[in-house]
């Protein structure tokens, strides 16, 4: 990286996962472009936040909106090095419950999403030579997930070959393109709604014995788009506490 601030857009940033995310990378000095579609939740977290940042309302399914966004993050906070694609949802319908509008709407929100904003930003990490995206995704990816629903594990899984293809695509540029494949993390949008009974039935398939903690997934967020991740690209990280292991 050159020697002006580096700056990053962090999708999904109203939730917890991604909002630690946040947070680490302006610990590194990174500025950082919050991208949700949720406004009002953008601007009650960016006023507790220390670093350079910029609120930037996004409906990220749209590639119309997304380029604008992009243009406006351009504007404030100038080129991007770092994209980080983390939404937090769970779809959980079997697929006989699952009709054509969830099916779409989950793969819109997790697959298209990812790769309208790697679309927007790739060109200019190209003629930069330099960039660096991690796609934060779930143990479907690995196919960990069935439980989770079709949708989400066909999205997850559409996602890790995404970050397969994007990395050998621009590997030549200085660009790397990783995955995380995350389990059960403390506030997170999986672990909230379950009642007690449900959350012992999920820590049991945990060979490490409990959830993790949203720091945890930053942190290895931090690493992969850090100088010290240079040689490292085209791959799914395991951050989910033994439940996959490769």
């Not at 393109?177 to 909230?192: K, L, P, Q, R, Y």
Request: glycine share 10%.
């Amino acid at each position: 990286m050159n020697a002006r601030a580096r700056t990053a857009v962090v999708t999904g940033a109203a939730g917890s996962a991604a909002l630690a995310i946040v947070r680490a990378l302006l610990e590194d000095g990174v500025q950082v472009a919050l991208v949700d579609a949720d406004a009002m939740r953008l601007d009650s977290l960016i006023r507790f936040l220390r670093g350079t940042t910029v609120a930037v309302p996004c409906e990220s399914i749209d590639p119309g909106a997304v380029a604008e966004a992009l243009r406006k993050v351009e504007k404030l906070l100038g080129p991007v090095d770092i994209l980080v694609n983390c939404v937090e949802a769970i779809a959980a319908s079997r697929i006989e419950a699952t009709d054509a509008a969830e099916w779409r709407s989950v793969n819109a929100h997790h697959l298209d999403a990812p790769y309208y904003w790697s679309r927007a930003l790739i060109p200019g990490m190209r003629t930069r030579n330099t960039g660096r995206i991690v796609n934060v995704m779930s143990l479907a990816a690995k196919g960990a997930g069935a439980e989770m629903g079709a949708a989400l594990v066909a999205a997850h899984g559409g996602l890790a070959a995404l970050t397969f293809a994007l990395a050998r695509e621009t590997a030549a540029q200085g660009i790397t393109v990783n995955g995380i494949a995350s389990g059960a993390f403390e506030g997170s949008g999986a672990i909230e709604p379950l009642n007690e009974s449900q959350r012992r039935q999920l820590l049991a398939q945990i060979p490490v014995g409990r959830f993790g903690k949203p720091e945890e997934l930053a942190h290895a967020v931090r690493f992969l788009v850090s100088p010290l991740a240079a040689f490292i690209t085209g791959e799914i990280l395991d951050v989910n506490g033994g439940v996959s292991m490769d």
